[in-house]
Structure formats: structure tokens, C-alpha cells
């Protein structure tokens, strides 16, 4: 700034504010493997998203050629990830995966574990009529794939306070319509999780879940009536609206990461307030 007083002039130097950093998000340069991903309705497409807009580096999976096909259309809006063909029924398939991950990103700080699977025929009808095999089925893909993913990842957490995820949903301690054998498996997912967080919290590693409200996925396209279900939540919820998978993406990067740091073994119900309700 330049002034003139009288025929003296002087200059006064203005002062100049520090540019403004860009806030370091708690997920930032953190590796996440992102377990479930089918199109862009996934509940883990919405947890990808979120992890991967706070700075979060990807590891994804996909099931088979015809799902990774489908997931390389994705992956652009995430950066072009990280990603590996892997069964969660098939044990070479997960130590593979982790192996390589291993070897590539150098380890492991968040899993999402977002993979449920029961035969269409299972969900309808009584419970009584669930076969063995229907049963078995759900069990694996649904519940115990989340112990055999945690075994072969939670090495590469050791010193990087890891932390992981599994999604559920409410039919896992209320009964619903249709869901019988899922039901079912998602408590035992849920089980699963509280023990697991009981073997790994004194290795510094978090286990908790997210229960999600009903949300129009490939896997409730499964689900009889699922339709009716969307509609009475949302009537019924003290939001009256379902949850989003962004609304989801967001409560599950809030537990995975340190700001959740004291927060283990515990289910987390973002349903807009349904799971709240008597009636």
C-alpha cells in the first residue's frame, strides 16, 4: 500500500495470509479392501466412494471375470484402484488376495466385509422348510466368509491400528418377511463379529457393524416384497425417508476410522432411526 502525506510518502507492506492447507482427513493415505461391490447401487459402491473422496487408497474385489467386468466401469470415479478376482468361499482365493496385496500396496489398515448370498427359493416361504444346504450356503457366503477374510487380513494390520466392518441389517434380532434363512446368517455374521473384536482388540484391531437400513441393492431384489418393505420403513422411521448408501459410506469411514478409535464390538444401525422404533 502506497500513501502520499504532504510531499512525504511512505509505503506500508501488506501482510500476506499463509494459503490455506487442505485439511487432512482421519482416512487419508489409509489401504482399504473393499469386499461386495456389484454395480453402483452396492452399499460398498457407497463406502468405496466415501473412503475414496477423504483420500483412502482401494483394494477391491470382484467374484468372478463377468463381475470384475462390470466393476472396471467403475473404477474410474475411484481413481482406477487396486483390484483382484476373489471367491470368499474359496481359501486359496482370500490368502491369494492378501498376498498380493501384501506385496503391492504393503499392507492393511481398514476391511469392509459387504457379501451376503442365500438362494432366492430359501427366502420365501416358512423357515421351517429351510434345507441343509440352503442353510450352509448362506452361512458361508454371508457369516463365516467374514472370519476367513479377517484371518488372512488382519497380519497385515499389525501396528497400523486396523479396523474392520462388516455390513448387517435388521432381520438379524427382528423377524422379517422373506428374509428367513439371511435373517439368520446376519446374526451369525453379527456374533461373529463381537467374537472376532474380542480376539483382535489386543492386537490394536477394531471389529464393529453397520446395520443399514433397506436399501434397493441386487441382493434385495431377492427379497419378496421388498418394495412394501422400502415404503414402511419410510413411513415409519423417525425421518420418515430410507438411508442412502452415501449416508452409509459416511457412518462406516466415521467407525473405520481413528476418530472411532474406543468404539469395538459393537453394531452401529444407520436407518434413519427405524431400528429406534416400538411399532
Known amino acids: 500500500m502506497?500513501?502520499?502525506?504532504?510531499?512525504?510518502?511512505?509505503?506500508?507492506p501488506l501482510l500476506q495470509r499463509p494459503a490455506k492447507q487442505p485439511r487432512r482427513t482421519p482416512v487419508q493415505g489409509k489401504v482399504a479392501a473393499v469386499f461386495g461391490i456389484a454395480n453402483h447401487r452396492s452399499i460398498a459402491w457407497g463406502i468405496a466412494k466415501a473412503l475414496h473422496d477423504s483420500g483412502c487408497r482401494l483394494a477391491l474385489s470382484y467374484q468372478n471375470e463377468?463381475?470384475?467386468?462390470k466393476l472396471d466401469k467403475l473404477a474410474s470415479e475411484l481413481g482406477d484402484p487396486w483390484r483382484r478376482e476373489c471367491d470368499v468361499t474359496d481359501e486359496g482365493a482370500v490368502e491369494s488376495f492378501f498376498g498380493e496385496l501384501r506385496e503391492e500396496l504393503g499392507g492393511l489398515d481398514y476391511l469392509v466385509h459387504s457379501v451376503a448370498f442365500a438362494k432366492r427359493e430359501e427366502l420365501a416361504g416358512e423357515y421351517l422348510n429351510t434345507?441343509?444346504?440352503?442353510?450352509?450356503?448362506?452361512?458361508?457366503?454371508s457369516a463365516y466368509s467374514l472370519v476367513r477374510l479377517t484371518r488372512h487380513a488382519a497380519p497385515l494390520m499389525e501396528g497400523r491400528n486396523g479396523s474392520i466392518i462388516a455390513l448387517s441389517y435388521l432381520g438379524s434380532v427382528r423377524v422379517v418377511p422373506g428374509y428367513n434363512v439371511m435373517g439368520v446368517a446376519k446374526a451369525s455374521l453379527e456374533s461373529s463379529m463381537r467374537y472376532l473384536a474380542t480376539d483382535l482388540g489386543p492386537r490394536g484391531v477394531r471389529v464393529n457393524a453397520v446395520s443399514a437400513g433397506p436399501i434397493r441393492t441386487l441382493s434385495a431384489s431377492g427379497v419378496a416384497g421388498f418394495t412394501d418393505m422400502l415404503q414402511y420403513a419410510a413411513e415409519r422411521a423417525p425421518l420418515r425417508r430410507n438411508v442412502t448408501i452415501d449416508e452409509v459410506g459416511k457412518a462406516v469411514r466415521f467407525l473405520l476410522s481413528d476418530d472411532a478409535s474406543g468404539i469395538t464390538g459393537q453394531v452401529l444401525y444407520v436407518d434413519c432411526g427405524y431400528e429406534s422404533m416400538g411399532m
Open 2 to 12: 502506497h500513501l502520499e502525506v504532504g510531499a512525504s510518502s511512505f509505503c506500508i
Open 66 to 69: 463377468r463381475m470384475g467386468q
Open 131 to 141: 434345507s441343509w444346504d440352503g442353510f450352509a450356503l448362506a452361512q458361508e457366503v
